[in-house]
C-alpha cells in the first residue's frame, strides 16, 4: 500500500498517550490504524443515514411519529466519565429490516446516527435473519447498503465469556452462541444499545455492562 508523508498538529497530551499505547507499533502505524477505523465508523454513518433517506423519500414519517422517537427517554451513555469511543447502535437479525417497516424506530436510527452512533450488523446475524427466500429482500436492501461487521479473535473470545458467565448454575440454558457475539460487539465498545426482537438473553449477556442498553423497538 501507498504511504505519503505529511505534517499535522495534535494536542501534546493525545501524542504522549498515543506513543505509549502504541509501544513497539510505533506511533506512525498506530495512528494510520486508528485513522482507518474512524473512516470506517464515518462510512457506516453516512451509508446508514443515505439508506434512511432513501427509505423517508418513498415513505415519510409523521411529525407525530418523529416526536415519540425523540422523546422515547434514551440517555446518552457518554453522559458521565469521558467516554473515548464513539457509542454503538448493534442491530441483532430481527431488526436488521425493521427501518422499512417501523418509522418510529427508522427517526431513532437517524437521532442516535446524526449525533455520532456507530451502526454495526454483526455478519453472524444474517445466520438468523434471512432464509434464502424472496421475502429477504428487506434484509438484504438493508444489509447492501449499511453492510455487516466481521467478529474478530478477540470478540469472539469474549462471546465465549459472556456466554459461560450468563449461564445459569445447574442445568440452566445458556444463551445462544448468535446472542452471545451480538452481545460481544457491544461489550467490545462498552457503551451503546443493543436493539433486538428478543431482549432476555442478551440482558443476561450484557448484565455487567450498564452502559449498553438492550432495547426491543
Do not use: C
Not at 15 to 21: K, L
Not at 85 to 93: A, E, G, I, K, N
Not at 140 to 146: D, E, P, S, T, V
Request: charged share 25%.
Amino acid at each position: 500500500m501507498a504511504t505519503q508523508k505529511i505534517s499535522v498538529t495534535l494536542e501534546a497530551d493525545a501524542i504522549e498517550r498515543a506513543r505509549r499505547t502504541a509501544g513497539p507499533r510505533g506511533l506512525s502505524s498506530y495512528l494510520d490504524t486508528a485513522l482507518a477505523e474512524k473512516l470506517e465508523r464515518d462510512e457506516r454513518r453516512d451509508a446508514l443515514l443515505a439508506y434512511l433517506d432513501e427509505l423517508e423519500a418513498t415513505d415519510p414519517t409523521t411529525e407525530a411519529t418523529k416526536h415519540r422517537a425523540r422523546t422515547a427517554g434514551r440517555s446518552d451513555p457518554r453522559s458521565g466519565p469521558r467516554v473515548v469511543t464513539d457509542p454503538v447502535v448493534v442491530l441483532d437479525s430481527g431488526v436488521v429490516d425493521r427501518a422499512a417497516t417501523n418509522g418510529e424506530f427508522r427517526w431513532l436510527l437517524r437521532d442516535l446516527v446524526e449525533q455520532g452512533w456507530v451502526p454495526v450488523v454483526p455478519t453472524v446475524v444474517l445466520a438468523e435473519a434471512t432464509t434464502g427466500r424472496a421475502s429477504d429482500a428487506p434484509v438484504n436492501q438493508a444489509i447492501r447498503r449499511i453492510g455487516t461487521a466481521d467478529t474478530p479473535p478477540s470478540a469472539a473470545r469474549l462471546a465465549g465469556r459472556l456466554r459461560y458467565d450468563a449461564q445459569p448454575a445447574g442445568s440452566g440454558r445458556a444463551p445462544g452462541g448468535i446472542d452471545a457475539i451480538v452481545a460481544a460487539h457491544a461489550a467490545e465498545v462498552g457503551t451503546g444499545v443493543v436493539f433486538t426482537t428478543g431482549p432476555a438473553d442478551l440482558r443476561r449477556l450484557l448484565a455487567d455492562y450498564p452502559r449498553i442498553a438492550v432495547e426491543k423497538p
